[in-house]
């Protein structure tokens, strides 16, 4: 698998893809293999791709560790999918109020149409602002809508329903208990020579290495880690957090999440023609999880290069950490998605 991998890959750096990246599995029983390809970047003189490098993880965030903690927390009946947001979020001031649940939240069947890219000058209560008060077309649940607007409501929900931070929750439940010791989302504790520079950006008109690359997040977090980007990690970082939801929610005798909780990750939540979704995570998105995988594959991809999957049927995770957007974000994201698929199908394959 290993030959197969790296001709794929080599040749995506050849294509300028990417100039490195980290290719990581795991099965069921802990053997995981990490393979690391590439450079930093495309200077001859930049640092070899290493297994422990450090990358911004983009969307990642949103299930890891944004939806998987509300779910911990609907598993110990602290929080309930039918939980009204509004009982956490009194500042909502929609049109559909008493409608919203943390269910449509977790499957992103909230018809937002903000655009937060185009609210990056302003700041982070201004933001909230106009995420509280956005006019739905649609009632909650009627369409799917992917939005960072559903993640960060979910992370401030979070927040108030365990009293914590979104960062000293997730440190607490998961990344400490599952050895997760390089995942942050405080990149500027990171030595900056582990971290893998993500895009040349002429909004901050600087290099970005060590900060946010999401915009909306990067201003958010002047307040708080929001839920949908921001976190950084490695390859074996996110293999223990894979092999745990291998391994009905246990790894190394310790218990975070139920089994039952886990099948609802990879059982569509959604009763919407044409679109399937887990509860709290994407499923079985064949245009970056590949045509080998089964229909309980569940993962997220980040906008910086990055994917993970999971599919319990097979009994096999992977992990791929690229930085596709340096030196500039591409105008498709259809590179990026045939290399995730492509990778996907080698690893579910066999």
């Known amino acids: 698998m290993r030959e197969k991998i790296a001709t794929r890959i080599e040749r995506a750096?050849?294509?300028e893809v990417?100039?490195?990246c980290v290719v990581g599995v795991i099965d069921r029983s802990g053997?995981?293999?990490i393979f690391p390809f590439g450079r930093f970047t495309y200077d001859m003189s930049a640092p070899d791709m290493s297994e422990d490098a450090v990358f911004d993880v983009a969307s990642v965030t949103k299930?890891?560790?944004?939806s998987t903690l509300a779910l911990m927390l609907i598993d110990r009946g602290e929080l309930a999918a039918?939980?009204?947001?509004?009982?956490?979020?009194?500042?909502?001031q929609t049109n559909f109020n008493d409608d919203i649940r943390m269910q449509h939240l977790l499957t992103h069947t909230l018809d937002f149409r903000v655009r937060l890219s185009a609210l990056k000058d302003l700041p982070p209560?201004?933001?909230l602002q106009e995420i509280y008060t956005t006019h739905f077309e649609k009632p909650p649940?009627?369409?799917?809508?992917y939005s960072n607007a559903s993640s960060i409501l979910l992370g401030i929900c979070l927040r108030r329903a365990a009293d914590k931070p979104l960062d000293r929750l997730a440190g607490e439940m998961l990344f400490e208990p599952l050895q997760m010791h390089a995942t942050t989302f405080h990149p500027q504790t990171v030595d900056i020579a582990r971290i893998v520079p993500t895009e040349y950006d002429d909004w901050r008109g600087r290099l970005i290495r060590g900060e946010v690359h999401d915009e909306s997040a990067w201003v958010l977090s002047r307040q708080s880690p929001a839920g949908s980007a921001g976190l950084f990690s490695t390859a074996p970082d996110l293999l223990n957090f894979l092999q745990m939801l291998l391994n009905n929610g246990r790894i190394d005798n310790h218990y975070c999440i139920s089994s039952d909780m886990i099948r609802r990750m990879h059982t569509n939540q959604l009763s919407i023609d044409g679109m399937r979704t887990g509860l709290g995570w994407e499923l079985c998105r064949r245009r970056y999880m590949g045509d080998a995988c089964s229909d309980m594959t569940f993962g997220k991809t980040g906008f910086t290069g990055c994917v993970c999957l999971c599919d319990p049927a097979k009994g096999r995770a992977l992990v791929f950490l690229s930085n596709f957007t340096y030196p500039r974000r591409k105008s498709s994201r259809n590179l990026i998605n045939d290399i995730r698929k492509d990778i996907a199908d080698m690893v579910f394959a066999t």
Do not use: Q
Not at 63 to 66: D, F, G, K, V
Not at 141 to 145: E, I, P, Q, S, V
């Open 141 to 145: 649940g009627t369409a799917y809508c």
């Open 18 to 20: 990417f100039p490195g």
């Open 125 to 127: 209560e201004k933001i």
């Open 31 to 33: 053997t995981r293999e």
């Open 13 to 15: 750096i050849s294509d």
């Open 63 to 66: 299930s890891i560790p944004t």
């Open 82 to 92: 039918d939980t009204r947001v509004v009982e956490y979020l009194p500042e909502l």
